[in-house]
């Protein structure tokens, strides 16, 4: 019985192997759809013996297309003739919502990383107004400082002045009495 299935399967390979086209073209992917378990067979006849099981969301290349039947290779094993019916050109719903939940939690980390950065922008842009108010605050306060400075400046000869013209009127009444003359309260003209 086990000569007669090792026998049944080596032809079933050999069949197979002769209806490979000489040029194979490049792999199609595609995915097994619907919730199903199935059989892969050593040639594209269903009652050709079964070399193993793929189920659903199961990723193959197709290499040939034959009368309905198409000619799989496994990412990691053998290969074999599949109905045409049981593949679907698009991957499974299971697998795109894995692929956007995949996209979704990269777009969260950079959200949340943008987030990081929108804060620390703040802060620097807080921690910059306020240093803008301090050095506004110190310019007006030595711009009062140095027009305080420059009118101190002009106080020395202010003083000076108002003493000469004190000290000149008071010679001026000094030698005035002491003339020996006598003011008239006439008005000479």
């Known amino acids: 019985m086990r000569k007669l299935r090792a026998t049944i399967l080596g032809i079933a390979i050999g069949m197979a ?27 594209p006849l269903p009652n050709a013996t ?16 034959k009368n309905g039947w198409a000619r799989i290779q496994l990412p990691n094993g ?6 045409e019916s049981f593949l679907d050109s698009q991957p499974p719903l299971v697998q795109h919502a894995e692929e956007v939940q995949s996209q979704l939690a990269s777009l969260r980390e950079q959200l949340a990383a943008a987030t990081r950065e ?17 050095r506004e605050a110190a310019v007006r306060q ?4 140095n027009r305080d400075l420059r ?29 020996g003359r006598r003011s008239s309260p006439r008005i000479r003209f």
């Open 78 to 83: 053998p290969g074999g003739w599949l109905p």
């Open 118 to 134: 929108r804060d620390e922008l703040r802060e620097q842009n807080t921690q910059l107004g306020t240093s803008q108010a301090e």
């Open 142 to 145: 030595l711009t009062e400082e």
């Open 17 to 43: 192997c002769a209806v490979l086209p000489s040029g194979a073209a490049a792999d199609e992917p595609a995915w097994v759809r619907g919730e199903v378990r199935v059989n892969f067979r050593a040639s």
């Open 50 to 65: 079964p070399l193993g099981v793929v189920k659903t969301g199961d990723p193959v290349s197709v290499i040939e297309r």
């Open 151 to 179: 009118a101190g400046e002009r106080w020395p000869y202010l003083i000076t002045g108002g003493a000469i013209l004190g000290a000149g009127m008071l010679v001026g009444a000094l030698v005035a009495r002491s003339s």
